[in-house]
């Protein structure tokens, strides 16, 4: 019986040493951790993502490189009262799938979606008494799209990393508000011109008002002056012809048939 335990016992061990994958045990920073190095060694690295991986009893992790055996598969960590701390799993040193991490007290801190080492998906933070306080969005570890802060009370928009306090346009947003602000620039131009056509116009009529007056004013100085002339040629008129009186006027019209009789007396003799 001990010897078959025994070669049992050695066997495993040649199949840990043999197999792709290798069980670690490690304590570290006041937790206990399980998880698998791979003994397949990586040649290539990308510069944006960062690598996870094991040597000397330790857990390290970099960007673009690594200094020992990567994690790959099952990644559990445990508080040291034997409390689930984090859970995921690795793609040769690169954190892949659901990942969760909780309080000691048991409740869910983060729940968090990666791929191939990037952040993506769905993000949730929660408090110790299990309440979600954060919720967003993740594209290649970066937050993008709507976040939403229920501790703080509070919502930015992200958009290549930016956070705003308003969301911002889209393509087509953009566009029909390109297309509004076309339209209200094209209605402005228009009001302006308006404007000024009808102030060219109430400046010509204005104008014309002012020289219709001017000639009228003209015209009446023109006949005042013409009466003033008029008066006084009138007035030099009667000056040289002075007005006779009806007797004189009478006894002028009764004397000319009397010189006309004479006249014939004087032919006649």
């Not at 594209?139 to 229920?150: C, L």
């Not at 339209?183 to 116009?201: G, L, P, Q, W, Y």
Request: with cysteine; hydrophobic share 30%.
């Amino acid at each position: 019986m001990k010897k078959g335990i025994l070669v049992s016992l050695i066997a495993l061990l040649c199949f840990s040493f043999t197999s792709d994958l290798q069980k670690r045990i490690v304590r570290q920073d006041e937790f206990d951790i399980e998880c698998y190095i791979a003994v397949k060694e990586l040649n290539s690295f990308n510069a944006n993502k960062v690598y996870y991986w094991y040597k000397s009893g330790e857990i390290h992790n970099s960007q673009s490189n690594i200094g020992g055996n990567v994690l790959h598969n099952t990644f559990i960590k445990y508080y040291r009262s034997n409390q689930l701390a984090e859970k995921g799993d690795f793609n040769f040193g690169l954190k892949t799938g659901i990942w969760q991490s909780w309080y000691e007290n048991g409740q869910l801190k983060i729940k968090e979606y990666w791929n191939n080492g990037y952040r993506e998906g769905n993000y949730y933070g929660y408090d110790k008494e299990g309440h979600l306080t954060l919720k967003g969005k993740y594209r290649k570890n970066i937050k993008v799209g709507q976040w939403i802060n229920y501790a703080n009370k509070d919502t930015l928009y992200y958009k290549k990393g930016i956070g705003f306090d308003e969301r911002p346009k889209g393509l087509i947003e953009r566009l029909l508000r390109k297309k509004d602000s076309v339209e209200k620039a094209t209605i402005k131009f228009e009001k302006i011109n308006k404007r000024k056509a009808d102030s060219i116009k109430k400046e010509k009529l204005k104008r014309s008002r002012l020289i219709k007056k001017q000639k009228d004013s003209i015209a009446k100085s023109q006949e005042k002056q013409r009466k003033l002339n008029q008066k006084k040629l009138d007035s030099i008129d009667k000056a040289n012809n002075p007005k006779q009186s009806f007797l004189e006027r009478w006894f002028k019209k009764n004397d000319q048939p009397k010189k006309a009789t004479n006249k014939k007396s004087k032919f006649a003799r």
